[in-house]
């Protein structure tokens, strides 16, 4: 069935690092992608998503490019701030109106 | 910015006692889902309502649970008889444009089952 593989957490990173958050999926078809954050007791926020191969998402300085050739959606972000620390999630639609699906989440945290 | 709307943020009930989670999704939104997060685990699909019916339901969603829409605003999920194991951090979504598009999250309803 569908799914999204990410990779383990936690991620613990100083402020001003480079982040590479790694998403994997297998799906039929043509899915669309997304990744959720979710700050500690909050829920869980629309970060970013692309819809077709080779799309770029983008929002606050957090980036991901669907690459259909190697299954994958791995979310960067060239420098990481104490504030961002939160856990995130890779997840996909897999076609037409099915629901969404989630990977188990990264739990990243940036050190001061 | 729009937001959905979930009751009550925390809810402690006995095992075996009914709780219904309460959610106000985004007033032009046509799709409605509620999924379940274990602590500490994935966030896992329940159940997908539109045009007033269930159109999707996971194996979670057997017949203890029960959604209803009975206004026109709000979007219940009840569980019938709780059982430990129900413990979990519930999440309402809803959706204008089905989910390709993205949905937008309440901040959950934390359920705990003593």
């Known amino acids: 069935g569908d799914s999204v593989t990410q990779m383990e957490g936690p991620v613990t990173l100083s402020e001003e690092a480079f982040l590479t958050i790694n998403c994997t999926y297998t799906?039929?078809?043509?899915?669309?992608l997304f990744w959720y954050v979710q700050y500690p007791g909050e829920g869980l926020q629309l970060l970013l998503k692309a819809t077709k191969a080779d799309d770029k998402g983008s929002n606050k300085g957090f980036e991901a490019t669907y690459r259909k050739e190697t299954t994958s959606f791995h979310l960067e972000k060239g420098s990481v701030q104490v504030s961002d620390s939160a856990v995130y999630f890779c997840?996909?639609?897999?076609?037409?109106?099915?629901?969404?699906?989630f990977g188990k989440g990264t739990r990243l945290s940036v050190i001061a | 910015e729009p937001e959905v709307t979930q009751t009550p943020s925390h809810q402690v009930t006995q095992m075996g006692q009914e709780v219904i989670l309460r959610c106000v999704p985004i007033?032009?939104?046509?799709?409605f889902y509620w999924y379940r997060q274990i602590l500490g685990q994935k966030v896992e699909f329940l159940v997908s309502f539109y045009n007033n019916e269930i159109s999707e339901k996971s194996e979670i969603f057997d017949d203890q649970f029960s959604v209803e829409r009975p206004d026109g605003s709000n979007f219940t999920l009840k569980i019938r008889s709780t059982k430990l194991e129900d413990s979990a951090m519930y999440f309402c979504a809803s959706s204008g444009r089905g989910p390709n598009y993205g949905y937008t999250f309440g901040s959950g309803t934390r359920l705990t089952v003593v």
């Open positions: 007033s032009n939104h046509l799709y």
């Open positions: 997840a996909l639609v897999p076609s037409g109106n099915t629901p969404l699906v």
């Open positions: 799906a039929t078809g043509y899915p669309s």
